[in-house]
């Protein structure tokens, strides 16, 4: 069994090396951290696009956003009356 005085010893190097240590900013490996280039984030930006009402940015076909204007305007006219 250890001495009091080496535990202690022990003991404190150990606290001293945990409070020294940096924290390891580096992501870690086989991980992406996104596109770099203005090419490449031009490319994703639509990968996870929002919709609905608290969308910013709709992406509708020509039919679709016939149809949606369509709703959009029954709406509205209903709402305004």
């Not at 080496?6 to 090396?17: G, K, M, P, Q, V």
């Not at 390891?24 to 490449?40: A, I, Q, V």
């Not at 009402?53 to 149809?67: D, H, M």
Request: charged share 20%; with cysteine; hydrophobic share 20%.
């Amino acid at each position: 069994m250890p001495s009091n005085s080496n535990l202690r010893s022990t003991l404190s190097i150990l606290a001293r090396l945990c409070t020294d240590q940096q924290p390891d900013l580096t992501p870690p490996p086989n991980r992406s951290t996104g596109p770099k280039t203005p090419e490449g984030k031009s490319r994703c930006r639509l990968n996870a696009y929002r919709h609905g009402l608290t969308g910013q940015l709709c992406v509708f076909t020509p039919e679709e956003q016939k149809a949606y204007e369509k709703h959009s305007n029954v709406i509205l006219c209903s709402t305004n009356n």
